[in-house]
Structure formats: structure tokens, C-alpha cells
């Protein structure tokens, strides 16, 4: 599903990856680990083409994304659940609004995408907020609105960047349940986290980095 | 197709309400900018009726020599009217020309009635017509009047040069400074449309994230810069209209400052309605360049 050769990713005289190699088959749960600077975020941004690598090739659900035309960005991007480290919520539409949108980008009715909505929102443990601004939100609540925006529209992969980094512990394993029930049904999930408890209580592949460099790797234990 | 405009209006007017402060000032800078080419265009439409006046008086003065019968006077006359150039033809009498002369220049009515009256000659007044009044024309026409009968021919052939020369400078200058005063337009809205854009970066960026194209992110904006051009140019077309009754003909009849007498006009309803559409292509020209420009440096 997802599979990088020899990628670095160079931002002037740093080395944010590389040489970096990688596969992660269709339907597996996968963490990215490592330390603060160790290449995580980036590689991630790789994955969603917020950016080109400098080097190296990358295919994500089969297709080059290495040099993806910005006009095809967004059509890869709407097989892709991301959860951003930073939410990416906004503040002037609710709660409702901001996981919608991941639907009404797709032009999805207005019916259908309240409905789906409703569901996701129960999923995450956040039913009947809606109609509240993310601004009114804990950091908890506000990670559990990015991780429903990141799967209201079924993608093939979810990539999750830290979605637990401000959760307490019990949140943080509800978290980490529900893409597990995702990756369940199918979807390819990647999580970048160096929460060693959460990957400790749930055992899936480990692949290790650190600066920039792929150097270790723990297969899936379950 | 109605349910994806109904959506598109939906985004464009939340979009609006949402950004109550930045969407009045881009209104405000349409609105200023459209009433500045407003304004420019009733300068412009005021010179060409006052150019086109003098145009139309272009004529061709010959002057009877002396001695020549009335009678072939007359008859010169008719040749003349019946001329395919020419429009109309008055003839002035040596009497009519002292008259004329001594009512507008009193001063000379004691020295004209000692020199008698035949110290001004007779003259065919001739009137060309539309089409045959540009330098060449005039020049064909009157060589067609250089006839013994006539001692001499007066039709200004170095100031209608002069003059046709200028109007074709003015109508450049016209196109020029009009295009000169769109582009500004453009800029000016485009740079503050950008400044709306910017202030929305994170939401636009987030939205082509989660998968949103180009096109969805651009058409509320344009749909927003519509309502935005239809609102600012029908301020622009109000205050227009405020400034040229209220001020600029109040002005005029004060100080008169109609050249030629002729009233400062307004613009016709064409070119009004083609100001609004100017300033509603100002704004989603404007706002398409600043949309188009954050895109082109986001993911």
C-alpha cells in the first residue's frame, strides 16, 4: 500500500530523511517512532504530498506520488485520513463543520454528510457536540475531532501524526482503539508516536528512526 | 445544478459574514476603485461630446472678391450646397459680416461705420458634412472652391490638422490612462483580496489537505468577489451620479466650466452598466490573481 526507495528529504543543509526504505502492506497498522527530529512528521508530509522528496521514489496506494502534479494532489489526498499533530481545525465552523468537510470537499449532500458526521462523532466519543466551536474544546477533544475528520470518509490509509500527544492515558488508548477498529476493517493505518506505553499495550510493527534514518525495526506482536 | 449554486451562494455569503471586516474593505476598494474609473470615464465622456461639438463646426469660410454680381453669388451657393461633402451653406452679405463684427466687438461699430460698408466682403459659410471632415477632406473640398470668384478661402488647415492630430493624441491618452486606471483597479483590489486570502491561509491550506481541489477553493471566492463587484459598483455608480449633480454641475454653474458652453453630462445607461460590469471584473479579476497566487505556493 504504501512503499519509499532510497527517499531523503533535505531542507538546505538538513537531513530531515535519509536514504530511507519502507513498505507497508495493504491493511496493516504500523507505528513511526523515534525521537523529536528523528523524521516522522516528515515523513508523513511525504506521504500526503505536502511535499516532493529530494530523492528517492514514493507510491501510496499503488500510484508515483514522487512528482504529483498539484492538480492531482487532492484526489489522492481523499483516499487519505490524516490527523494532524496541529488539529488543522478551524476555529470559524464547529465542530460538526470541521469533520464535514473532509466529506463536503467531496461534494458529498448535505444529508449524507450530517449523518456520517452524527456517527463519527459518537465513534470518537464526542456524540451530540456538533454544533460547538473547536475553540471551546479541550486539546483531548479537539485531537478526537481531527481523528474524526481523519476517518468520516473511510480512506484506505489513515496516517496519524502524534494523535495522542494530548491525551491522558485512558483517552490516549481509546484513541489508539478506535484506529485500531479502523485497521480492522481494512485501512492501512500509520502512526507517528514515541508514546512507548501505548505501542508497549498495543503491539503492532515498529519501524524505528532517528535523525533521519531508518535504524531499527520491531515486527507486530499480536 | 440549482442545489450546487444554492451550496456555492451558501459558502460565498457564510464566507462574507464570517469575515465581516475584511469583505467590507474589499467592497469599499471596488467600490473606489470602479468610482475612480467612474470618474475617468465622465472626463472622457465630456471631452468627446465637447470634441465631437467641434467637430461638427468644422467649415469652410470663402470669401467673395470684390465686384462679383449677387446674382452669381447665389449661384456659387447653390453649386456649393449641391456638393456631396458639404452640408449646408449660409450666405453672409457685407452688411451681415459689419453687423456681426460690430455687435460682438463693440469697440470697432464707430471705426467700421467711417470705412463704409463694404469694408467687410461677402461670404459663402459652408458646413461640411459627417464623414468629410477630417484634414484631407476639408483640403478636397476646398480646392474644389479655388475659383476666381473667390479671393480667398478660410478653413484653418493647420489648426484642423492641429486639432485632429490632438484628438487622435486624446483618444490614445484616453485608452492609456483608462487601461493605466483598470490596471491600478485590479492591483489595488487583488492586494487586498490577498490580504483577505491571507488571513484565511490555515483554513484554505487545511482544506486542500483533507482533499479539496483547486476549484472548490477558488469558486466561493469568486462567488464572494461577484456579489462583492455587483455591491461596490453599484456604491461607485451611486456616488458617482451624487458627485457629478451635487458637485460637479453646482461647480460648473458656478465658475462655468463647460467649454463651449455645453453642460457637463452623465454617462448614457450603456456606459453606465458597462462601469458596473468593469467594476465587478475588477473584483473577480482581482480576487481570481490573489486566489490563484496563494494556491499556486500551497501543497
Known amino acids: 500500500m504504501i512503499r519509499l526507495y532510497h527517499v531523503s528529504k533535505r531542507y538546505g543543509d538538513i537531513h530531515a530523511l535519509q536514504d530511507v526504505s519502507l513498505g507497508v502492506r495493504k491493511g496493516e497498522f504500523c507505528y513511526v517512532t523515534g525521537p523529536s527530529g528523528a523524521g516522522k512528521t516528515t515523513l508523513l508530509r511525504l506521504l500526503y504530498v505536502a511535499e516532493p522528496p529530494s530523492e528517492g521514489r514514493i507510491w501510496v496506494g499503488g500510484v508515483d506520488v514522487t512528482d504529483l502534479a498539484r492538480g492531482h494532489r487532492h484526489l489522492l489526498r481523499r483516499n487519505i485520513g490524516v490527523v494532524f499533530q496541529d488539529f488543522k481545525l478551524i476555529p470559524t465552523r464547529n465542530v460538526g463543520e470541521n469533520v464535514g468537510l473532509a466529506l463536503e470537499v467531496l461534494g458529498t449532500p448535505r444529508e449524507t454528510i450530517q449523518r456520517r458526521v452524527r456517527a463519527v462523532l459518537t465513534t470518537v466519543g464526542l456524540g451530540g457536540r456538533e454544533e460547538e466551536s473547536p475553540r471551546v474544546l479541550s486539546g483531548g477533544e479537539q485531537q478526537r475531532v481531527a481523528v474524526a475528520r481523519a476517518l468520516v470518509n473511510d480512506p484506505a490509509i489513515v496516517l496519524a501524526d502524534e494523535p495522542t500527544g494530548n491525551l491522558d492515558g485512558a483517552m490516549a488508548i481509546e484513541v489508539v482503539e478506535i484506529l485500531q477498529a479502523v485497521n480492522l476493517r481494512g485501512t492501512t493505518v500509520v502512526v507517528a508516536t514515541h508514546d512507548t506505553g501505548l505501542m508497549e499495550r498495543f503491539p503492532y510493527r515498529r519501524v524505528r528512526f532517528d535523525r533521519g534514518r531508518l535504524v531499527g525495526e520491531v515486527p507486530c506482536r499480536l | ?299
Not at chain 2, 465686384?67 to 449646408?88: T, Y
Not at chain 2, 463693440?106 to 469694408?119: H, I, K, Q, T
Not at chain 2, 464572494?224 to 460637479?248: C, D, N, P, R, T
Open chain 2, 1 to 299: 445544478m440549482p442545489s450546487v449554486t444554492a451550496h456555492l451562494l451558501r459558502r460565498a455569503v457564510r464566507s462574507l459574514r464570517e469575515n465581516v471586516y475584511l469583505s467590507l474593505v474589499a467592497t469599499g476598494v471596488v467600490a473606489s476603485a470602479t468610482l475612480l474609473l467612474g470618474v475617468f470615464l465622465v472626463i472622457v465622456h465630456n471631452l468627446q461630446a465637447v470634441t465631437g461639438g467641434w467637430e461638427r463646426d468644422t467649415h469652410i469660410s470663402a470669401w467673395f472678391a470684390p465686384d462679383i454680381p449677387v446674382e452669381r453669388r447665389f449661384e456659387l451657393k447653390e453649386q456649393v450646397g449641391a456638393m456631396e461633402a458639404v452640408s449646408a451653406v449660409r450666405y453672409v452679405s457685407e452688411d451681415e459680416a459689419r453687423t456681426w463684427l460690430a455687435e460682438r466687438v463693440p469697440e470697432v461699430a464707430p471705426v467700421l461705420a467711417d470705412l463704409g460698408p463694404d469694408v467687410l466682403p461677402a461670404s459663402l459659410e459652408i458646413t461640411l458634412a459627417p464623414g468629410h471632415d477630417d484634414p484631407e477632406a476639408i483640403h478636397r473640398v476646398a480646392e474644389t472652391l479655388a475659383l476666381p470668384e473667390f479671393d480667398g478661402l478660410d478653413y484653418g488647415q493647420q489648426w484642423v490638422e492641429r486639432f485632429n492630430a490632438f484628438l487622435s493624441m486624446l483618444r490614445i491618452l484616453a485608452v492609456v490612462l483608462g487601461g493605466m486606471v483598470a490596471l491600478a483597479g485590479v492591483f489595488l483590489v487583488a492586494n487586498t483580496i490577498h490580504l483577505v486570502v491571507f488571513s484565511r491561509r490555515e483554513e484554505l491550506d487545511t482544506m486542500r489537505l483533507v482533499g479539496a481541489s483547486d476549484r472548490f477553493v477558488l469558486v466561493p471566492f469568486l462567488v464572494e468577489a461577484l456579489l462583492q463587484g455587483i455591491v461596490g459598483s453599484g456604491l461607485a455608480i451611486g456616488a458617482l451620479a451624487v458627485l457629478h449633480h451635487g458637485f460637479l454641475v453646482r461647480l460648473q454653474a458656478a465658475v462655468d466650466l463647460g467649454v463651449a458652453g455645453e453642460p457637463l453630462s452623465f454617462l448614457p445607461w450603456p456606459m453606465v452598466l458597462g462601469l458596473g460590469l468593469l467594476g465587478v471584473a475588477l473584483a473577480v479579476t482581482g480576487t481570481w490573481a490573489a486566489v490563484a497566487r496563494f494556491l499556486s505556493k500551497v501543497a
